[in-house]
């Protein structure tokens, strides 16, 4: 390969019109990308870009998608250490292209080493300034937000970071579709009250707060992901609450036994296989004291509830908690929203929602908040 002497480096923080997508730490020395969806993004009038990145992992390595002017052109398992990753060359230097680099994987909250940062870019031309869209919508939910399974063959059942993607899912396609930017607070297995299997510890609520509280390990917190999140750098006009799943899940689970304390938690069937109305109160005590923590960072948005890709056990506790929760507070900008349920034809792999389930239910979930967008 020839090398190209007009290529410049440029630290992030010297940088001009990088524009940061995703919850982070306000630092660009490095950037550290937490949450899946998050990432940079560049116009650029030039023919070649280099990105400088740094890589750690202990058992979930890192995935990133390349988008050149809206469409992925390249995903990649991002190397072990620190690296130049070549983006594109070799293209027209006059006409400018918008570059996406993107995280495509959840915070492995299990894998302490976890990590991906920016550092430099290299380029032959000049960067060009990056427009906000019109509108914000935050998206908060577990392995379906984190569309784990949305990529891969549906015989697909390990547990692997390749088959989790950030671009195929009802994230990326409605915010796409709404012209907005979007943030995604996501974990596989996490509940409102409870995860799958029973561990009240994951749980979303209680680590919104955070930039990143849901990692572990002394150099996540070095890096910030346990300090408080900044909400007004970044107020949403929506939030769209998709949780519930592994809360429902968590009623047909063995029972989990913290191994600090020794204590058993499990949400119980009753002998007729209804849930238990005491576990159920708690859950829906869980939605409402979500609901009132998300209004007291968020003012402006309008909450939306979305549920139901994957079955609605949840559904009437829900709305219950919902109206509750309006009818004490007369807060009317909060609303719920029935996703619709995956099928044998729109199954993808580890029997979680594929594509056409994501693409079905982003289609009625633009519609639904395109109204509310409008007042």
């Known amino acids: 390969m020839t090398p190209n002497k007009r290529l410049k480096t440029y630290p992030l923080t010297k940088a001009k019109h990088v524009k940061v997508h995703g919850r982070t730490t306000h630092t660009l020395a490095p950037l550290t ?23 750690d992992y202990q058992v979930y390595e890192q995935w990133i998608s390349i988008v050149i002017n809206g469409v ?15 983006i594109l060359r070799g293209m027209d230097p006059e006409t400018a ?13 299990s894998d302490s080493r976890c990590l991906l940062q920016i550092h430099a870019l290299r380029i032959d031309g000049e960067l060009l300034p990056v427009a906000d869209k019109p509108h914000k919508v935050e998206f908060i939910g577990d392995s379906i937000t984190s569309g784990e399974g ?9 547990w692997v970071p390749m088959l989790f993607t950030a671009l195929h899912n009802y994230t990326a396609i409605t915010a796409e579709a709404l012209n907005a930017d979007y943030r995604v607070l996501s974990q596989s297995g996490w509940g409102v009250l409870t995860g799958w299997d029973n561990n009240p510890h994951t749980n979303i609520p209680a680590y919104y707060e955070q930039v990143c509280g849901v990692l572990t390990g002394e150099r996540n ?25 592994n809360d429902g899940g968590a009623f047909y689970s063995p029972a989990w036994t913290d191994p600090t304390s020794g204590k058993v938690y499990k949400q119980r069937l009753n002998e ?47 709305y219950r908690a919902v109206d509750a929760y309006k009818k004490r507070t ?26 056409p389930a994501h693409t079905k239910a982003a289609n009625e979930l633009i519609v639904y908040l395109r109204e509310i967008l409008k007042n």
């Open 33 to 55: 990308l937490f949450w899946t969806g998050s990432g940079i993004e560049l116009n650029i009038k030039g023919s070649e870009l280099w990105i400088e990145m740094e890589v």
């Open 72 to 86: 992925p052109v390249s995903r990649l398992m991002a190397t072990e250490g620190r690296h130049w990753i070549c």
């Open 97 to 109: 292209k918008n570059v996406r680099v993107v995280k495509d994987v959840q915070p492995m909250s």
């Open 150 to 158: 949305t990529i891969g063959a549906k015989e697909e059942v390990d």
């Open 221 to 245: 917190e070095t890096l910030g992901a346990f300090s408080d999140h900044d909400f007004t750098s970044w107020q949403p006009d929506v939030v769209v609450v998709n949780l519930g799943t």
């Open 272 to 318: 007729d296989g209804t849930f238990n109305e005491e576990d159920l109160q708690a859950f829906e005590n869980a939605v409402k004291k979500f609901l009132i923590k998300l209004r007291t960072c968020n003012p402006a948005a309008h909450i939306v509830w979305a549920y139901g890709m994957l079955g609605t056990p949840m559904m009437p506790a829900i």
């Open 330 to 355: 007369r807060d009317r900008n909060v609303s719920v929203f029935q996703l619709p349920n995956t099928t044998e034809e729109t199954i993808g792999s580890r029997s979680h929602p594929g594509l």
